[in-house]
Structure formats: C-alpha cells, structure tokens
C-alpha cells in the first residue's frame, strides 16, 4: 500500500464543516479515481482524472469537489455533508493507454463520520 | 450497460477445502475481468485479471479465475483455502464494446476460513 497513500485514515466532522481528503500515488500513474463504499453496496466511482483532465463525475453532490493539481495528487474537497455521506472513501491510481485496461491500486481509505 | 453480481453475501469454508467464490457479468462487448480483496482496515488489492487467452488465470496467493463466456461467469477458486485468505472479496469488469467505460465493482463477497 506504499504505492498510493491517503490520509486522514479517520475523520470525524461536523455538517457545516469543511475538510479535504488527500491522496497521493507514487507509481507514475496517469489516471486517478475517487470512490465511495459504504456497508453492504457496491463500490461506488465518483471521479475519474485522467492526465489531470476531470473524465468522470458519477452524479456526485456538489458538497463533494475534487481537485488534481498534477497526475500524482488527488483532493477531495468536503463541505456542508450530511450524515448519510459517513463512509470509507478510497482514492486508486492507474496506467491508462489507448486499447489497454491495467488493474487499478489503491490507498487504504479514509474512514469519514459525519455527526 | 456492463454489471457485476456476486449472488453471496457470504461463503464459509474449512481450511484446507478448497474455495470458490461466484461472479456473473453483463456486458455489450468483451469483457475485462478482475478480482480484488480487501482485508480490514485495508484498500482493494488486485488478485488477477482476464483480458484474452487462457480461460484460467493464475494470480496472487495461489488464487485463480476460470473465464466462462457461455455462462458469463468469471468465479475465483482456491485448491486449498488458509486462515488468512479470511477477506472481503471483489469481482469487477469493464466493457470494451462500449467506449472508455469505468470499471464497475460487484457488492463483494465475504469470505470466511474456518480452522
């Protein structure tokens, strides 16, 4: 798990906090991903970056911004949640190249609580 | 669209008995396949995966994957499961006849080893 990292591992906020979840990918990556998983549901795509370049916004609230300033850093922007959003949110990292699809890795998550 | 179903919530299985845990997909075109398990605390680490050639795959942990196109089925096996193979299971597929579609991720599979 050296290969992408996340941090917080834990947070704890309040709904009309703000807060950002960072994530970092060590592998030469050019293609990041956001995900939700919440107990007993499948997971959850919210953003795609590929090349820096936003691909993918599965829907998500707008309470949600993500930002990439570069292909080895991934924000998640938090602000005015709501319980519901309480979840493990995984940051992955992959290899993207025209006709091949490569695994994707991934950091251990931030476990979010929203009081 | 391309989905994913993992028909059990939990599989249960003495140590030393071998294991296999279903996947079934849906897709337009042909299929990627992958496996992926997250130990607690823990992000999804990458198993193996099916592009083309062999129906059997070989990947990490003496873990493998038999491709079924007739039968859309692509369920991991273990000759002989151990204590700690003890994880949550992931099968994911993405769909090459659509486009730059994302990889989409079934609810997972609780396995348990019982010594």
């Known amino acids: 798990e050296t290969g992408v990292t996340q941090t917080p591992r834990h947070l704890v906020m309040g709904m009309t906090n703000k807060k950002s979840l960072k994530c970092e990918q060590h592998?030469?990556?050019?293609?990041m991903y956001w995900y939700k998983q919440s107990a007993k549901k499948p997971l959850e795509l919210m953003f795609v970056?590929?090349?820096?370049?936003?691909?993918e916004n599965n829907s998500v609230p707008s309470r949600f911004s993500p930002e990439c300033p570069n292909s080895s850093h991934l924000f998640l922007h938090l602000h005015t949640l709501q319980p519901e959003d309480s979840a493990l949110y995984l940051c992955?990292?992959?290899?993207?190249?025209?006709?091949?699809?490569?695994?994707?890795?991934f950091g251990p998550g931030t476990r979010l609580t929203v009081l | 669209a391309q989905s994913v179903a993992q028909p059990e919530d939990q599989v249960n299985v003495a140590e030393g008995n071998p294991l296999t845990v279903k996947c079934t997909y849906s897709v337009s075109g042909n299929p990627y396949l992958f496996w992926y398990v997250q130990y607690p605390n823990r992000g999804l680490q990458f198993l193996l995966k099916y592009i083309t050639g062999d129906n059997l795959v070989k990947g990490s942990y003496g873990f493998e994957a038999e491709f079924n196109k007739s039968q859309t089925s692509f369920h991991l096996k273990k000759p002989s499961a151990l204590v700690s193979d003890s994880a949550l299971y992931f099968c994911a597929v993405r769909d090459l006849g659509s486009g730059n579609t994302p990889l989409v991720f079934g609810k997972g599979t609780r396995l348990s080893v019982i010594a």
């Open positions: 970056y590929n090349f820096k370049e936003q691909t």
């Open positions: 992955a990292s992959s290899q993207e190249a025209t006709g091949t699809y490569n695994e994707q890795f």
């Open positions: 592998l030469g990556h050019n293609a």
